[in-house]
């Protein structure tokens, strides 16, 4: 076991994808010599040559809209979309292509493509570069959409992704990427849309992914000072979502925080509150609570701090689901 | 102009014409050695007029309310099968909505295309095995899923190529320009080949387009050829050699195909909101399927048995289309929730066994 | 007062904001001589000019980028997007141009623009012809969403988009296009940000917009029969959600079923439960219901009414709500 | 090719350029009659020394932690100066991120563009006052947006035009082409601007386009001019004729100045990983300023004193910037949710209320 970097187990999880299925190819801008503007897919193309790992000419559409075409010829491509912001000029390749050849084929066109984008906000970067579109996908049919917050998850979901048959929007937690933790290479992973129980508690549930799953480690640890045993999920896969661990907290909590770096309005803890208030009618000791983004564009970077959950926001809701 | 003006353009006399729309044997600098067998405008000829009625009989049943709408290639049946009948089996075909008479070059059942029309399916065939994509309707999409299938070909080292059909509308999407610098910058073994039939629903081509379409290619770094759409001989010449030569490792070719859209948009529309009757009237005279009788007739190269006996052939297919488009079985609710995933979504299994649990409520009710 | 159909109240709608304010211009695929493909926009460019109602070339993006453009110079574009499914294409200028312009310049630039979208099932059309979008347009900050459901509505309301300095995505439910309503020009008109109580009722609560409107109000009058009083809210602003009416409504009759036809994950019908279970947590007798679209790919034509939110299925919710 | 091939292209002559690296003044065809009064070069050589000031400041304020990214123009002084000196007032300009020189050009104080740079906002000039758009990171997304400005004022009869900058990567974006589309069928009053500076972050120029860029125009029915990028005088000229042509009413132009970008993208970029030494040294002999420097002391046209001014005006400038750089005020977290729209939204106002509240407690719990 060795200690690396969120950003570099990626790498290792491509290595791996690329040696273990010549079919698999990575394209993006700037994936090629320069390794990624965050060095995920560095050395790659040097070690696995132009023709699979593929620098792209500047267009997101054109990026998607390839790899689409690649997969109906046996081709497992992994799109690098630069910055979470940048999607959206590929959006309509990914709704209207990816997402519906499979259905629209009635099963014969398979589209086992992974889009990767950096999420989230943090870095103090200008606009456009902190994002969190995941309800966009999420809310997307035939999509499969997954988050990851660690290296050892970083590692296994990628070779997950690649080798599942359906087409996957791989998030990763960019502000995340110099994090270093064990990464156990022999592990058995965990399943790829099964969310985790991080840290059990039985006082209040905290529901969360990405780049949010550290801060409310420490906002457990805060609560923990305040009296309140958190219940930590990480929530992982966000469509299909796991919630069964999330029931089953709830039923004993009675309490759930879901917090998230997306706007607020129409998000996947909307969804989260509908169903477990649904499911768990009973149990609720308060309505869900939600520790979110706010419905408003990114902001400037030295106003991003107020935009995002952090400890004390969280803290604040999980304090918030006892007054009730 | 105040600045440099632009690089002079092609004369007209470029557009590559090989039969005149009388039905006369012409040649085109560079074409001289074109030659085509009896046997083979013969096949051009029953090809024009079994697609022309698969074309109909989708009129018609659209008419009769079998199918909810009906997308007509009226007019365009040279540019069409002359492109269509050009391919190799190894070929990879991407169409728009519009290609009945490509499919039909390819081997598609035309019951299979009527699927789609009728809301029982959204295409019916296998892509790959038929090496013809499912109908696109996103205006453009295909364009660039050609170009990377392109690239896969490259990849594995195949000698073939693709085939990309879009209209002159689409010519303005986004997606097929960059479809143009992805394959020109990867020297993708591809034909983009434009059915430029003047309208985009209601939208005329100078409405798409500042310079003719052909002429786009060379700013991108490869060919362009502009060719009579209604003339067999000439599109399926300059096709032919598009994709020898995307094949050999050319890269990448544009074809224009002139040609026009002789019905509505689709059954749903009603061209006399915005073009005139003489300018359909002055495309009938350059119909593609006329000149070609008109050929074989004058060159002795078929007789009345010939023609009566395609005649009779297309009356056969007409029916059995009818017949089998009228019994293909509705899908039922249930469809609705198959082949979104490869791997079961826990969250859609849900969602499938509930509603099934809510219909099988009525059953009991009806019990 | 005559009776129109919503189409031709568009229509007259529109040639109002045409006729009102010289700046105003409609711009689309077909929107001019053909009069579009639904004829809303009938007979304006006659009357207006080409330089007022203008066909556009063939791409969604830049219809939407050039708006943006003339926007800055002034003017109030309408863009008319052909059919829902086609929006994606312009995706990005509308999320990351239309939505952020105006924030991004501290309010320097405003982005009149309305973007006029057909949406919703049931006419039987092939692929991309009948989705339900406004999900992602109200999920992203910026942007504000309405429905308009009968012609007195669709005739108002479009004039007041146009008329409106932020940037609206503005729904009509194109199988309502042919039904026909009095429309009174004289009438005060109603606020085009609030919801609109249809038909009050004391035993429980539907909410819903556009083409699902006459549905409920079928299932209203079939509960009727059942015995349950139906209190039928049309939420018309989907961005902003005036939702004090539903709050109102629902602290009396402690149910509520909301229906619309978008598929259901992270739709607005998640939104509108966490928001009313937050806001009315002790008076809800049941969980919110949902009836909506489900998580596929909109189906082929012959499948569409299974997936159609429809008077049975409204009604089966509506009982469920007393079955807690 | 097996195909008819490609109309000839331009002989690399065809790139105008009127001032030699060396500094020698050289003529084109076409271009024979050009003069610059020695008041105009002394003027495009204070906008290069200033310019280059500002942008040396930028690197420096952001190593100093300052500033959270740069994105320098180093060695597009010419491009952007020449081309900016060429707008009239009326004309409107939509910048890329990296336009400081054309900024420079307009009047934008240059504090101004360090606000989004440092993060306190997103743009902090008034488009409308200073006829200059906000920057743009989305690539290409403002080609779509000048050319609607520019058919906005082709209604509102202006005798203006538009001038907009893009990069070489975003060649290769849809947005980018359906400008040319739009423009084109239009006859809209716009220049399109292309800085090729040979790459695209780490992607060189062959990555996104098969053909030279200026060619491209062509296809869309435009001229399209190459021009030495790093010649002011040549960038001017060619810049101004095409803006006049674009205000007569004679439609878009491309123009492609043919440059390089000397620094790093930004300063979070590290060049060296894609590119070798030698290529930036054999720019940096073509250095813009440098040969306006030589040619304004060859010809006797500057002496040391305006060089010296010149040089103390920028460190009074750098020193003006840096110190009011720091003295931004902090927006506050407040500033999140304002002008998101213009009239109030309920929700947002909710969120906005409840945030307040909140930040409210922790005021009370520090008192
Ligand atoms: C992205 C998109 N926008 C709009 C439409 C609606 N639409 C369907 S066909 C068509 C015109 C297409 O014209 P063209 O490309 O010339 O092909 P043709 O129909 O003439 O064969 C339009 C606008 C669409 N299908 N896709
Ligand atoms: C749509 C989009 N995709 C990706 C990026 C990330 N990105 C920022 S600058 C850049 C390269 C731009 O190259 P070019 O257009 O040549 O302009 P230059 O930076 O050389 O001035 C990229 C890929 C972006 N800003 N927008
Ligand atoms: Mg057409
Ligand atoms: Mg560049």
């Known amino acids: 076991m060795s200690k690396v970097t969120l950003g570099k187990a990626l790498n290792l999880g491509l290595r791996k994808a690329l040696e273990d299925d ?13 390794g990624g503007v965050f060095r995920v897919t560095d050395g790659l193309q040097k070690d696995f040559g132009e023709d699979r790992v593929i620098d792209t000419p500047l267009a997101e559409s054109g990026i998607i809209g390839t790899a689409v075409g690649l997969a109906m010829r046996g081709y497992r491509p992994i799109c690098e979309i630069q910055f979470d912001g940048f999607v959206f000029p590929g959006f309509d390749q990914i709704v209207n292509q990816v997402a519906k050849l499979r259905y629209r084929s009635q099963g014969r066109v398979p589209m086992p493509i992974v889009i990767r984008i950096p999420f989230g906000g943090g870095i103090g970067a200008v606009e456009h570069h902190s994002e969190s579109p995941e309800t966009y996908f999420a809310h997307t049919a035939g999509l ?6 660690n290296p050892t998850d970083a590692y296994w979901m990628i070779q997950q992704a690649v080798s599942s048959d359906d087409p996957i929007v791989f998030f990763e937690p960019k502000r995340r990427y110099h994090e270093k933790a064990d990464l156990d290479e022999e592990a058995n992973p965990y399943p790829l849309h099964a969310a985790r ?21 420490d906002a457990a640890d805060a609560a923990r000072e305040d009296g309140h045993e958190v219940e930590l999920i990480d929530l992982r896969s966000l469509s299909p979502m796991d919630l069964d661990p999330v029931y089953a907290s709830v039923e004993r909590t009675g309490r759930l925080v879901v917090v998230h770096e997306s706007p607020r309005t129409a998000s996947l803890s909307a969804e989260v509150s509908a169903l477990v208030t649904e499911r768990c009618f009973y149990h609720l000791e308060a309505p869900v609570q939600r ?34 | 102009m105040t600045v440099d003006s632009m690089a002079s353009t092609r004369p007209r006399g470029d557009c590559v014409q090989l039969l005149t729309p009388e039905g006369e044997r012409v040649t085109h600098p560079g074409y001289e050695d074109v030659d085509f067998s009896p046997e083979q405008v013969r096949g051009f000829y029953r090809d024009f007029v079994l697609v022309r009625r698969i074309d109909t009989e989708g009129t018609a049943l659209q008419r009769q309310g079998e199918l909810g709408i009906w997308a007509s290639l009226l007019g365009q049946e040279a540019a069409q099968v002359g492109s269509g009948r050009a391919l190799e089996p190894g070929d990879f075909v991407f169409p728009t909505y519009r290609e009945h008479g490509v499919a039909w070059c390819r081997g598609i059942d035309p019951v299979n295309l009527l699927g789609l029309f009728r809301g029982v399916d959204h295409g019916a065939w296998d892509p790959a095995e038929m090496n013809f994509g499912l109908y696109t309707i996103v205006i453009g999409a295909q364009s660039l899923h050609a170009t990377g299938y392109a690239m896969g070909m490259q ?18 999407q986004g997606d097929v320009n960059e479809a143009f610098i992805w394959a020109g910058v990867f020297n993708a073994p591809i034909v983009f080949f434009c059915q430029n039939n003047q309208w985009a629903i209601s939208v005329p081509l100078a409405r798409q387009t500042r310079a003719p379409l052909y002429q786009r290619a060379q700013g991108f770094g490869f060919p362009g050829v502009q060719v009579d759409g209604n003339d067999v001989f000439a599109v399926h010449e300059v096709t032919k050699r598009a994709l020898r030569g995307a094949r050999e490792g050319n890269g990448p070719t544009l074809i224009e195909a002139v040609t026009y859209r002789m019905g509505p948009h689709t059954t749903t529309d009603d061209p006399t909101r915005y073009r005139i009757a003489s300018e359909v009237e002055e495309w009938r005279l350059k119909d593609p399927i006329e000149r070609v009788r008109v050929y074989l007739a004058r060159n002795g190269l078929a007789d009345q048995a010939f023609f009566d006996s395609v005649d009779e052939e297309a009356n056969d297919l007409a029916a059995s289309i009818r017949k089998r488009c009228i019994e293909l079985p509705d899908p039922g609710p249930m469809r609705m929730f198959q082949q979104v995933y490869a791997e079961p979504s826990p969250t859609l299994e849900r969602e499938r066994a509930e509603y099934e649990e809510y219909l099988a409520g009525f059953e009991g009710s009806h019990a």
Chains 1, 3 share one sequence.
């Open chain 1, 144 to 149: 499969k959409v997954v988050a990851c917050s």
């Open chain 1, 291 to 324: 520790v979110t983004g706010f419905d408003v564009p990114y902001p400037p970077a030295r106003v991003e701090d107020g935009f995002l959950p952090d400890l004390d926001r969280v803290l604040a809701a999980v304090d918030h689901t006892f007054e009730f």
């Open chain 1, 197 to 217: 129980v991080l840290r059990s508690g039985g006082d209040v549930t905290v529901l969360t992914w990405g780049p949010s799953v550290k801060t409310c480690m």
């Open chain 2, 155 to 172: 990849r594995d080292g195949a000698e073939d190529a693709v085939l990309a059909y879009f209209g002159d509308g689409a010519s303005a």
């Open chain 1, 22 to 34: 010549p079919k698999v190819l990575i394209m993006g801008e700037d994936v090629g010599r320069l």
